[in-house]
């Protein structure tokens, strides 16, 4: 057309700068002449063009505050060198360059703070996606769908959020499971845990070996014993050893396991000491911020950019984007059609952008040009700020928030810029009007409920400026609570004052039929409740603001116990609807407090304080008293045991304590109640069933001494323990103890006479019983007779036999005749006249007689006991044995004996005195005397002599005597004189 114009008279030439990739086919149908050109751009160089293009956007130093900082007006100049990576066109970097110089004149009198680099990204994309930037006019661009972030319909999202869900379930279930162990729990403290099983050990190996601990696995008996490697060393031991008195390293034959069976069947020791652990840790309120934290974070996670959901929860999102950049290619094969994924050969680019934060939600702000007039060019830049969630302060100034407000994308109330009092103030203004009811509310409540320290400031503030406003006041809090999480919030991150301003706001506010719903799904975990508990100037401080009875009814709703109360007399009403309802918790303050609000009570501190429990259950009928009986554990822990000066309780009610089931006062309570000790003792055991208290009663002696106690206490327990030993070793209990009475009532106390009889030998023969409570209790005998054989301990029977109680029959003659003579005899002189007449009863051979002989037995009844033997004697040769008869004839002048016996031992060689004193006795009887001779002839020797005329001498003394006087008389001498020189008495005869 141009050839054949008549206004162009020249040739025409046409030169084409093409690329080879636009023609792949006939390029020379179409030119005329083909020059290759080479590029002078590449992959290898484009960086340079770039940098030299963009030189005066570099990033400058400035001095701001005499600090130096980055200007964020500046391109970064490693971004643009890496970013130059995708593009190697030179006509492309320089129509990037042109358009980015372009739109950065025409936005940055508007957007003066607008971020170059992301400005920068938006152009590249735009030049390396053209058809999809067109697109963002019309909100179907790729960017539009990729930023979406939807969550329904996106898997990989989807399943974050079940991920989320399955942790917090199960954190749930723990904390559960945790707070159902704990509520279990009694005893609270490691130290008193050990100690208990410690006492029961002690108790077990006292109970099988009848031994006086000193100490365990080398270990003393002592505070010690329970420190971490040395109770470690007891509980890891299968044979426990043990040490006692004079003996040392003795097996137990127990094993801690049995220990811990014995204590508790149920649960382990370990298990018991992580528990109270948990509770010292206090491992449930941990749980519950874990449990808020994962609430708080399924919340947030949909309020995160696709980048923090990358980095942070899962890798699905680049198959995402992949799927997002590629397009269906269908081929034809044979008739067959064919379809595959082509993905994006520039894919990498938009990758790149998105990780590092060039590309993300607010890629909008970029290519929008902003008309002024709606806003004022001060809002206007705050309005930019907050697009770009630069800093802000709370405080910042609004020309007219309204148009703020309208102007802020929606998406931007998630930013922590957003928080700004007067926003904040603007949008609750209204909020409860549901036309003017927007999202732009909900996402800037939503920072608020992110737990950051930001947002918390950002609140304190804002109740500041606000306190006096009850329309934009309750308008907030209504809004709040919908978040169930709010007093954990507040709690958590709040400042003392200001948690006690939002929590009197609150009851204010929702203390009514359809508030108290509020309340109770604020305080889920009852954490409301708890720092109600722990606010002693609570009700105080509260009172003016409140109605008593809603007020009460609230407090009730919300399960309030209070650790404290300070009193304060303009509350005295409220105070007794507290008392009525049980709104506390039991422990010496508050008991000490509702003593004196019941006017029942005749309140004196003594009393309260020195018999508390006795106090308390003076007036039945109180419903101070029907408190702790429903709960009489927390009752002993809380309050009786913890007043030191509480030991003079009527032994009466400590009994009635005792005697409760272990479900109403645990065991370890029981024992600590011992352990605290009162002055008075029980008169009886009653009704208590638990051998762990009868033993420690007996070992505090916490009992009055009695044999029915001390029978009670052994037919629990078997034979002695040397608890019991110790405890009648006690000089005020064994002076009230006598065997007779306990004797004379053995049908009383035992249901088998022969087991009291036992329990009777099991006292003597008990080695630990002292001396003096064994002989005030034996002092007196009565009608009790007891068998020797059956006692082992000798000092005993001869106590016995001096107390006559012992009894004397053939079975304890026999068993003392072979095993001690000695003790024999003194129960034979303690029972002589039933020996003597039961003498034919007893066997023993001659030579006792001479034992006999020996005791303190009556002349005349060992002359029985000759008499009843002499046939014996008249057979023996025991010489010893018959110069100790004829001594004892010799010696009582005894005449009363048989001529068969006289002849015996008169015949017998015998000692000549004896011979001579029974032949003097026989023949003074002059009936007697025709057998002088016949005697003196057998009598042999010199007595013999005297018949023959021999010269017989004797010995000077009076028997010797008398025997001459008798023989003189008889003529058998003429004469005899006495020969002092020879000392000697010279016989003549006729």
């Known amino acids: 057309m141009i050839k054949?114009?008549?206004?162009?008279?020249?040739?025409?030439?046409?030169?084409?700068?093409?690329?080879?990739?636009?023609?792949?086919?006939?390029?020379?149908?179409?030119?005329?002449?083909?020059?290759?050109?080479?590029?002078?751009?590449?992959?290898?160089?484009?960086?340079?063009?770039f940098l030299l293009k963009l030189k005066s956007f570099f990033e400058e130093e400035v001095v701001v505050n005499i600090k130096t900082e980055i200007s964020k007006s500046y391109l970064d100049r490693y971004f643009i060198s890496e970013v130059s990576n995708y593009v190697y066109d030179m006509r492309t970097v320089i129509n990037i360059c042109n358009e980015f110089k372009l739109y950065n004149e025409i936005l940055k009198i508007d957007k003066p703070n607008i971020d170059k680099n992301k400005l920068f990204a938006i152009i590249f994309y735009k030049n390396i996606y053209p058809d999809d930037f067109a697109r963002i006019q019309k909100n179907e661009s790729k960017l539009h769908r990729i930023f979406k972030k939807d969550f329904k319909n996106d898997k990989e999202l989807e399943k974050v959020i079940l991920e989320i869900e399955e942790k917090l379930k199960k954190e749930?279930?723990?904390?559960?499971?945790?707070?159902?162990?704990?509520?279990?729990?009694?005893?609270?403290?490691?130290?008193?845990?050990?100690?208990?099983?410690?006492?029961?050990?002690?108790?077990?190996?006292?109970?099988?070996?009848?031994?006086?601990?000193?100490?365990?696995?080398?270990?003393?008996?002592?505070?010690?014993?329970?420190?971490?490697?040395?109770?470690?060393?007891?509980?890891?031991?299968?044979?426990?050893?043990?040490?006692?008195?004079?003996?040392?390293?003795?097996?137990?034959n127990i094993s801690f396991k049995e220990v811990e069976n014995k204590v508790n069947i149920k649960s382990t020791y370990d298990t018991r000491e992580n528990l109270i652990k948990s509770f010292r840790e206090n491992k449930i309120g941990l749980l519950e911020r874990r449990i808020l934290y994962l609430k708080n974070e399924k919340q947030n996670i949909k309020n995160l950019s696709l980048l923090e959901l990358y980095q942070n929860y899962y890798d699905g999102i680049e198959e995402f984007l992949d799927l997002v950049y590629s397009s269906k290619i269908y081929n034809n094969v044979d008739g067959k059609e064919f379809e595959y994924i082509k993905l994006n050969p520039n894919i990498g680019l938009f990758k790149y952008l998105f990780i590092n934060d060039y590309l993300n939600e607010d890629f909008i702000e970029y290519v929008s040009y902003f008309y002024p007039g709606s806003l004022s060019s001060n809002d206007h830049k705050l309005m930019m700020k907050i697009n770009q969630n630069e800093f802000t302060s709370f405080d910042e100034k609004i020309d007219n928030v309204e148009n703020l407000v309208k102007s802020t994308r929606d998406i931007r109330f998630k930013n922590q810029s957003i928080l700004i009092y007067d926003i904040f103030y603007f949008l609750l203004k209204d909020c409860q009007e549901p036309s003017l009811r927007n999202k732009k509310l909900d996402f800037l409540l939503s920072?608020?409920?992110?737990?950051?320290?930001?947002?918390?400031?950002?609140l304190e503030g804002f109740f500041e400026k606000i306190s006096d406003n009850n329309e934009i006041l309750s308008n907030f809090y209504i809004e709040i609570t919908k978040w169930d999480n709010f007093w954990n919030l507040v709690e958590v991150k709040f400042s003392k004052n200001f948690k006690r301003v939002v929590l009197f706001d609150l009851i204010q506010l929702f203390s009514d039929d359809i508030g108290d719903r509020t309340l109770i799904k604020l305080n889920k975990n009852k954490g409301m409740t708890k720092y109600i508990n722990s606010d002693e100037n609570f009700l105080k401080d509260i009172f003016d603001r409140i109605s008593i009875n809603q007020f009460t009814k609230t407090l009730m709703l919300l399960e309030v116990k209070f650790e404290l109360i300070n009193p304060d007399k303009k509350i005295e009403e409220l105070l007794i609807k507290i008392y009525e309802n049980n709104l506390y918790q039991i422990n010496i303050d508050n008991l000490k407090l509702f003593a004196q609000v019941d006017k029942k009570y005749d309140y004196k501190e003594e009393h309260f304080s020195q018999a508390n429990f006795t106090f308390l259950k003076s007036k039945t009928d109180t419903i101070l008293y029907k408190r702790i009986s429903s709960d009489l554990n927390q009752y002993i822990e809380n309050v009786y045991l913890k007043i030191e000066e509480n030991i003079n309780e009527n032994s009466g009610e400590v009994l009635h304590l005792l005697e409760l089931k272990d479900e109403v006062i645990s065991l370890e309570n029981k024992l600590k109640i011992i352990q605290k000790g009162f002055n008075s003792k029980l008169e009886k055991f009653g009704e208590i069933q638990s051998k762990e208290?009868?033993?420690?009663?007996?070992?505090?002696?916490?009992?009055?001494?009695?044999?029915?106690?001390?029978?009670?206490?052994?037919?629990?327990?078997?034979?002695?323990?040397?608890?019991?030993?110790?405890?009648?070793?006690?000089?005020?209990?064994?002076?009230?103890?006598?065997?007779?009475?306990?004797?004379e009532g053995l049908a009383d106390f035992f249901k088998d006479k022969q087991d009291g009889h036992d329990f009777i030998y099991d006292l003597i023969n008990d080695e630990g019983l002292t001396e003096d409570s064994f002989k005030n209790i034996f002092e007196k005998s009565g009608n009790l007779k007891l068998e020797s054989n059956k006692i082992t301990l000798e000092s005993?029977?001869?106590?016995?036999?001096?107390?006559?109680?012992?009894?004397?029959?053939?079975?304890?003659?026999?068993?003392?005749?072979?095993?001690?003579?000695?003790?024999?005899?003194?129960?034979?002189?303690?029972?002589?006249?039933?020996?003597?007449?039961?003498?034919?009863?007893?066997?023993?051979?001659?030579?006792?007689?001479?034992?006999?002989?020996?005791?303190?037995?009556?002349?005349?009844?060992?002359?029985?006991?000759?008499?009843?033997?002499?046939?014996?004697?008249?057979?023996?040769e025991n010489l010893k044995l018959l110069n100790r008869i004829a001594r004892f004839y010799n010696e009582n002048k005894l005449e009363d004996f048989s001529l068969e016996l006289f002849e015996k031992l008169v015949f017998s060689a015998l000692d000549e005195g004896y011979r001579i004193g029974l032949f003097n006795m026989y023949f003074s009887n002059p009936e007697n005397q025709h057998q002088i001779s016949d005697i003196l002839e057998k009598m042999e020797g010199k007595f013999k002599g005297i018949l023959e005329n021999e010269d017989v001498v004797f010995d000077i003394n009076d028997e010797i005597k008398n025997f001459l006087t008798i023989i003189k008389e008889n003529e058998l001498i003429n004469s005899f004189r006495r020969d002092n020189k020879k000392g000697s008495f010279i016989l003549t005869y006729a």
Do not use: C
């Open 796 to 876: 005993r029977i001869l106590f016995l036999i001096e107390k006559d109680a012992l009894k004397l029959d053939e079975d304890q003659f026999n068993f003392l005749l072979e095993n001690n003579r000695e003790l024999l005899i003194k129960l034979i002189e303690q029972n002589e006249n039933r020996f003597i007449s039961d003498l034919r009863d007893y066997t023993f051979d001659i030579d006792f007689i001479e034992v006999l002989l020996n005791s303190k037995l009556s002349i005349k009844n060992l002359n029985v006991i000759i008499d009843f033997k002499e046939s014996n004697i008249m057979e023996t």
């Open 4 to 49: 054949q114009s008549k206004d162009v008279i020249q040739p025409v030439k046409f030169i084409y700068s093409v690329k080879d990739e636009l023609i792949l086919e006939d390029k020379t149908k179409f030119f005329d002449i083909i020059i290759p050109v080479i590029p002078i751009t590449d992959y290898s160089n484009s960086k340079n063009m």
């Open 172 to 252: 749930i279930e723990e904390k559960v499971k945790l707070e159902k162990e704990l509520s279990d729990l009694i005893i609270r403290d490691v130290a008193e845990l050990r100690n208990i099983y410690i006492f029961n050990l002690i108790a077990m190996i006292v109970e099988k070996h009848d031994v006086e601990i000193i100490d365990i696995e080398e270990l003393k008996l002592d505070s010690k014993l329970i420190t971490d490697d040395n109770f470690q060393k007891i509980k890891t031991s299968s044979n426990i050893k043990y040490s006692y008195k004079y003996s040392s390293d003795n097996y137990s």
């Open 447 to 458: 920072q608020i409920q992110n737990y950051n320290d930001n947002s918390t400031y950002f």
């Open 693 to 743: 208290v009868k033993s420690l009663l007996i070992e505090q002696n916490k009992i009055s001494a009695s044999w029915i106690n001390i029978i009670e206490y052994y037919n629990h327990f078997g034979p002695l323990t040397p608890i019991l030993t110790n405890y009648l070793n006690i000089e005020e209990n064994f002076t009230k103890l006598l065997i007779t009475e306990l004797f």
